[in-house]
C-alpha cells in the first residue's frame, strides 16, 4: 500500500464494559465490528498500552465540579442524561478511553508515527465541559489535543465526520484560535448545534467552520464538501496534529440518520483529510465516533483506516448532486473564507 506503513492502535477490554441492561443503539457489539473492520484492512499495527487519563489532563477540557460528579458515580447504574446511560464500568471506561485519545494525540505530537487509530467507546463529540450528552461522558478527542498541545504541538485542526453535529468539542474550542474545529453534519438535526453562522468567538472567531448539509447527502456531496471546505481549511491552518472525530452514522444504512454516504465515500473523505494533512506536515489520528448498522461500520472502518494510510480512493465529485447540497457547499465555503 503507498504511503504510510505504520499505525499506532488504542484499544482495551474494558470499553465492552460500558454496556446498558436495555437495548441500546451505542453497545459493545460497535466496537466489534470496527475491530473487524480494522483486522479486515489488513494494516502493520502497532498497539500503545492502556492508559487512564490523568485528572490533569481531564481538568483541561471538564470542569473539575463534573469530574468530581462522575468520580462520585463511579460503580453506579443511571441515566446522565436522556440519552446518555452509565453501567458500573461506565466511569472507567470513559476515563480510559480518555486516555487512549490522549496517548495517540501525545505520540503523534511528538512524531512516534504519523498515524493513529483509537478504536474507543464511550463516543465523545457531544460531552461538554460540565455534562454528559448524547450517549458521551468524556469529550475524548478534545483530551486528545490538550495531550498533544501538552506534548509540543501548537496548534491542532479537529475534524468531526460524524453525521451530527460535535457541540461539545465546538463549545471547548469556541474561543480557541489554536484549535480549529471542522464539521460536516447533518441539518436541522440532533443536537441541533451547527448552523453556517457558528464561527467562534472572541480570538477563536473563524476557527469554528461548520458544514451544515441537509438530509440524502451522499458520496458526492461529501466528496466535495470535504474538499472545497474542509481540505483548504486545513491546509490553511497549518495544524501540528489533525484529529478526526471518525463518526460512520452518515452510512446509507444508518438506523439513526439520514445521510447516504458509502464506505467508498468514507475512504475519499479520509484520504482527502490525510493528503491535507500530509501536505501540512502533521501527523493524523483518528478517533471513533459514532455508526450504528454493525455491518457498515465494519465496512466503513475497513475502508477509512486504508484510506487513512494512503490508499487511493475513487473520486465521487462528478456524480450528480442535487442542487440544493450544491448551494449548501458554496455557503460553507463562502462563509469560511468569511464572504
Ligand atoms: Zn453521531
Known sequence: ????????????????????TANHPERPARLDAARAGLRAAGLSTEQLPPVDAARALLSRVHAEPYLNR???????????????????????????????????GAALATGESL????????????ALPNKAMGFCLLNNIAVGAEAARAAGARR?????????????????????PDVLYLSMHQHPFYPGTGDLRERGEGPGLGSTINVPLSEGADDAVYANAVEEVVTPAVRAFRPDVVLVSAGFDAFVADPLAGMAVTAEGFAFVVSAIGRAADDVGAPVGMVLEGGYDLAGLEECMRAASRALMGEGARDPRD??????????IERAAAAREGT
Open 1 to 20: 500500500m503507498p504511503g504510510h506503513d505504520r499505525v499506532l492502535v488504542v484499544d482495551d477490554a474494558l470499553f465492552d464494559l460500558h454496556a446498558a
Open 70 to 104: 462522575l468520580d462520585d458515580l463511579r460503580g453506579a447504574r443511571g441515566m446522565l442524561d436522556p440519552d446518555t446511560y452509565m453501567s458500573p464500568r461506565s466511569i472507567d471506561a470513559a476515563v480510559r478511553a480518555a486516555g487512549g485519545v490522549g496517548a495517540i
Open 115 to 126: 498515524r493513529g487509530i483509537a478504536l474507543v467507546r464511550p463516543p465523545c463529540h457531544h
Open 156 to 176: 491542532v485542526a479537529i475534524v468531526d465526520i460524524d453525521v451530527h453535529h460535535g457541540n461539545g468539542t465546538q463549545a471547548i474550542y469556541w474561543r480557541d
Open 319 to 328: 456524480h450528480p448532486m442535487s442542487g440544493r447540497h450544491r448551494v449548501e
